[in-house]
């Protein structure tokens, strides 16, 4: 994985009623809004978030 990959991440549903675990992490990727895209650099720590919540929020593209 070369540093400069990037990620886009898009939130498709709402973190209204989620536990405020996965509200922080929300917070945390940047995503405040529904349908928001993101672009986050590939790496460990962001793919465990996104991991941590699939029912939430999706990778829209991968690459540089």
């Known amino acids: 994985m070369a540093a400069s990959t990037k990620l886009t991440i898009e939130q498709y549903r709402s973190g209204i009623g989620c536990v405020v675990r996965h509200k922080r992490i929300l917070r945390s990727?940047?995503?405040?809004?529904?349908?928001?895209?993101?672009?986050?650099p590939d790496n460990p720590a962001v793919r465990g978030m996104v991991a941590a919540i699939p029912h939430l929020v999706r990778i829209v593209a991968e690459g540089s």
């Open 29 to 40: 990727l940047g995503l405040r809004k529904m349908n928001q895209r993101v672009e986050l």
